[in-house]
C-alpha cells in the first residue's frame, strides 16, 4: 500500500473511530433516562427517548462495520487453530435467543457435527453472529431459522435456512457487495447496515472457504458455508 493511501486509511479511522465515544456516550444517556426518568415521563417523551436509543445503536453498528471492513482489506490474514466447531455454533445461537423470542421464532440446531477444523474463531463466530441476524431480520414471526452441517471429502459445510420473504433472483449476485440493499425489507423494521454479509464473504474468503445462498421469494433463504476441512 503505498504512502498516501496508506495516510487515507489511517484518517478514515481515526475520524471514525472519533465518533464512537459520543455516540456511546448519548447511548448510555438515553438507557439512563428509560430505566431512571421513566415514572416521570409521558408516553410521548417515552417514545422519542426509545426512537434515539434505536437510531443511535444502529449509528454504532454502522461504525463498528465500517472499521471492520477496514481492518479486513488492510489485514488480509486469519489466525487459523484447529477449534471444535460444535460448541462455536451453539454459543452463537445462545447469543440470538432474547431477539428470536421477540419475534417468536425457533432457532432449531438440526444434525450438528461434532468436528474440530482449522479456523479464526473469533472470525467465524462473526460470520454465525452475522448470518444468524440477518436471517431473523428477515423472517416472519413464529416460524423457523434451522442450522445444520455435513462433512464431505474436503469441506465442513454450515447451512442456515429460514423461512422468510426470500431474496429477488436479480438482486442476490450483488448481495455480498458493501452497503447492497435489497427490494425486501426486515419483517420486523429493523435496520440494516449493508455491511453485515460482505463482512462475511471476505472472512470466509480469508479461510480459502466459499459462501453461498439459495433463496425463494416467499418462501425463504438458505446461506452455505463451505470450510476447507484441512489447511
Given at each position: 500500500m503505498?504512502?498516501?493511501?496508506?495516510?487515507?486509511?489511517?484518517?478514515?479511522?481515526?475520524?471514525?473511530?472519533d465518533?464512537?465515544?459520543?455516540?456511546?456516550?448519548?447511548?448510555?444517556?438515553?438507557?439512563?433516562?428509560?430505566?431512571v426518568?421513566?415514572?416521570?415521563?409521558?408516553?410521548?417523551?417515552?417514545?422519542?427517548?426509545?426512537?434515539?436509543k434505536?437510531?443511535t445503536?444502529?449509528?454504532?453498528?454502522?461504525?463498528?462495520?465500517?472499521?471492520?471492513?477496514?481492518?479486513?482489506?488492510?489485514?488480509?490474514?486469519?489466525?487459523?487453530?484447529?477449534?471444535?466447531?460444535?460448541?462455536?455454533i451453539?454459543?452463537?445461537v445462545?447469543g440470538?435467543?432474547?431477539?428470536?423470542?421477540?419475534?417468536n421464532i425457533?432457532?432449531?440446531?438440526?444434525?450438528?457435527?461434532?468436528?474440530?477444523?482449522?479456523?479464526?474463531?473469533r472470525?467465524?463466530?462473526?460470520?454465525?453472529?452475522?448470518?444468524?441476524?440477518?436471517a431473523?431480520?428477515?423472517?416472519?414471526?413464529?416460524t423457523?431459522?434451522?442450522?445444520s452441517?455435513?462433512?464431505?471429502?474436503?469441506?465442513?459445510?454450515?447451512?442456515?435456512?429460514?423461512?422468510?420473504?426470500?431474496?429477488?433472483?436479480?438482486?442476490?449476485s450483488?448481495?455480498?457487495q458493501?452497503?447492497?440493499?435489497?427490494?425486501?425489507?426486515?419483517?420486523?423494521?429493523?435496520?440494516?447496515?449493508?455491511?453485515?454479509?460482505?463482512?462475511?464473504?471476505?472472512?470466509?474468503?480469508?479461510?480459502?472457504?466459499?459462501i453461498?445462498?439459495?433463496?425463494?421469494?416467499a418462501?425463504?433463504?438458505?446461506f452455505?458455508?463451505?470450510l476447507?476441512?484441512?489447511?
Open positions: 503505498d504512502n498516501g493511501l496508506l495516510q487515507k486509511e489511517e484518517v478514515f479511522h481515526q475520524i471514525i473511530h465518533l464512537k465515544s459520543p455516540l456511546a456516550s448519548v447511548l448510555g444517556l438515553s438507557e439512563i433516562f428509560i430505566r426518568l421513566s415514572p416521570d415521563l409521558n408516553e410521548n417523551q417515552k417514545e422519542v427517548i426509545r426512537k434515539i434505536k437510531h445503536q444502529f449509528a454504532l453498528e454502522l461504525i463498528e462495520d465500517l472499521l471492520e471492513i477496514q481492518n479486513l482489506n488492510v489485514n488480509f490474514s486469519v489466525d487459523k487453530q484447529l477449534i471444535p466447531i460444535k460448541p462455536l451453539e454459543n452463537a445462545q440470538h435467543l432474547i431477539k428470536a423470542a421477540e419475534k425457533e432457532i432449531k440446531i438440526n444434525t450438528l457435527t461434532d468436528i474440530s477444523i482449522p479456523a479464526d474463531e472470525r467465524l463466530k462473526q460470520v454465525m453472529d452475522n448470518l444468524i441476524s440477518n431473523l431480520k428477515f423472517s416472519h414471526p413464529e423457523q431459522i434451522i442450522i452441517t455435513k462433512i464431505d471429502k474436503e469441506y465442513f459445510h454450515i447451512m442456515i435456512t429460514d423461512q422468510g420473504i426470500g431474496i429477488p433472483k436479480e438482486e442476490i450483488n448481495l455480498f458493501p452497503f447492497s440493499q435489497i427490494s425486501s425489507r426486515p419483517t420486523g423494521g429493523e435496520k440494516s447496515t449493508g455491511l453485515g454479509l460482505s463482512i462475511v464473504k471476505k472472512i470466509i474468503e480469508l479461510h480459502k472457504g466459499e453461498t445462498i439459495e433463496s425463494e421469494e418462501k425463504g433463504s438458505t452455505t458455508i463451505k476447507p476441512l484441512v489447511e
